[in-house]
């Protein structure tokens, strides 16, 4: 059983970067894949980005050029760089990981782990 905890999540003025982190435990992020999905107030959850096991990226076109996704394998954690703040990346962001190893789904229904989420909010 996969276990995901994220951190990293806070208050942030538009403009400002944070990092976000998703440990994992009871199994490899590198042997996986890992994703990042967000949950804005009375929407659901969507994708973000995810890193397949050849290092493939994918990500949601407003996240473009703003966040990266990358994993440290002997950390066994996922990252994800925000730069660029807007107000409307508001929200819950959650890890999520696949049985998977190679393919980036963009479905949360793909995910059969997640983490308890961690808040981000941006201020105009």
């Known amino acids: 059983q996969v276990q995901l905890i994220e951190s990293g999540g806070g208050l942030v003025q538009a403009g400002d970067s944070l990092r976000l982190s998703c440990l994992a435990s009871?199994?490899?992020?590198?042997?996986?894949?890992m994703g990042w999905f967000r949950q804005r107030p009375g929407k659901e959850r969507d994708f973000v980005t995810g890193i397949g096991g050849s290092g493939a990226t994918a990500y949601e076109d407003s996240v473009k050029g703003r966040f990266t996704i990358w994993r440290h394998n002997a950390n066994n954690t996922v990252y994800l760089q925000m730069n660029n703040l807007k107000p409307e990346d508001t929200a819950v962001y959650y890890c999520?990981?696949?049985?998977?190893?190679?393919?980036?789904?963009?479905?949360?229904?793909?995910?059969?782990?997640w983490g308890q989420g961690t808040q981000v909010t941006v201020s105009s």
């Open positions: 999520a990981a696949r049985t998977s190893t190679w393919t980036v789904r963009r479905s949360r229904d793909d995910y059969e782990y």
């Open positions: 009871g199994g490899s992020v590198s042997s996986r894949v």
